[in-house]
């Protein structure tokens, strides 16, 4: 199977992937930042407070899964089927700026690395590349 063959994931599958590997994500950065926030400060100089952290990734999260919620519902539009895709891309960059990097720059392991690289990764370059070309 080539990537430009890739099995299409519907409108619905495609819009509870991307939540739950979302939700999953956030959730990893939420966690990871709380148990490493002393090393985070003391590499980076940043104090980044916790509280206010975890409340953006709450934000983002609701904000995201409402999006796609709508993106899965009533008549397929090319609005609906664009906003999961503007997700997926928004997820597979956020894999290059700023995890893998910042694992990188902190010595292998930076908050949300591992479900960007082993979640997101692999299921945005789904979701996109099986958007592409004739339906």
């Known amino acids: 199977m080539t990537f430009s063959r890739a099995p299409r994931l519907g409108r619905s599958g495609a819009a509870a992937a991307l939540t739950g590997a979302l939700t999953l994500h956030?959730?990893?950065?939420?966690?990871?930042?709380?148990?490493?926030?002393?090393?985070?400060v003391d590499r980076t100089g940043l104090d980044v407070w916790p509280e206010p952290l975890a409340a953006a990734l709450i934000l983002v999260t609701a904000a995201g899964a409402a999006l796609l919620a709508w993106s899965a519902t009533g008549r397929e539009t090319r609005l609906k089927m664009g906003s999961q895709t503007l997700v997926a891309w928004i997820l597979l960059l956020n894999v290059l700026v700023p995890h893998v990097p910042a694992a990188i720059w902190l010595g292998g392991y930076a908050p949300g690395v591992a479900t960007a690289v082993l979640v997101n990764l692999p299921l945005c370059a789904w979701v996109i590349l099986s958007r592409r070309g004739p339906r």
């Open 26 to 40: 956030n959730l990893e950065e939420a966690v990871a930042y709380r148990a490493l926030e002393p090393r985070i």
